[in-house]
């Protein structure tokens, strides 16, 4: 019975990274690299390749397109960031009526066709980000990491 199970040889060279060890790459890719003491905000694929062979030693060489290879079948990008910001509105009356006064204007502007113009300006272009509120998210399947935006805003100097 045990040599039916057995899978058939198969041709090419043998697997020289194993399950365990794809798996213990993809994990590292998840966490951020400020925790193993490396000086980026977010992996490449050199870095992580370094990290996994000679670092960690996870393997005993790897190619940092290998590396890619590894992410890409487990969907993963640690290399792309998005951001993410949780509005702090204090009156959500007034701000709906605010809302309301924007999607009219541009409603008008898409009937009226060429004959009217609308122009919008962004009133702070001079913040600056300062500080963190929340945790940055690591990716995940399917996702980029997920960057907190800021509370603390200040003029930039």
Same mark, same amino acid.
């Given at each position: 019975m045990l040599a039916l199970l057995r899978d058939r040889p198969r041709s090419g060279a043998p697997?020289?990274?194993? /399950?365990?060890?794809?798996?213990?790459?993809? =994990? /590292?890719a998840c966490e951020a690299p400020e925790d193993f003491g490396i000086e980026m905000t977010q992996w490449n694929r050199e870095a992580l390749a370094q990290e996994v062979a000679v670092d960690k030693g996870i393997v005993e060489t790897i190619s940092p397109r290998y590396v890619s290879v590894v992410l890409k079948k487990n969907e993963l990008q640690p290399h792309k960031s998005r951001y993410w910001l949780n509005p702090k509105i204090k009156d959500w009356q007034v701000f709906a009526g605010r809302v309301q006064v924007i999607c009219t204007l541009i409603l008008e502007v898409i009937k009226a066709g060429s004959s009217k113009h609308l122009i919008s300006v962004d009133e702070k272009t001079g913040i600056q980000a300062l500080e963190r509120i929340h945790a940055d998210q690591p990716a995940v399947?399917? =996702?980029a990491r997920r960057l907190m935006n800021t509370k603390e805003m200040a003029p930039r100097r």
């Open positions: 697997r020289r990274i194993t /399950l365990s060890q794809r798996q213990q790459i993809v =994990a /590292l399947k399917g =996702a």
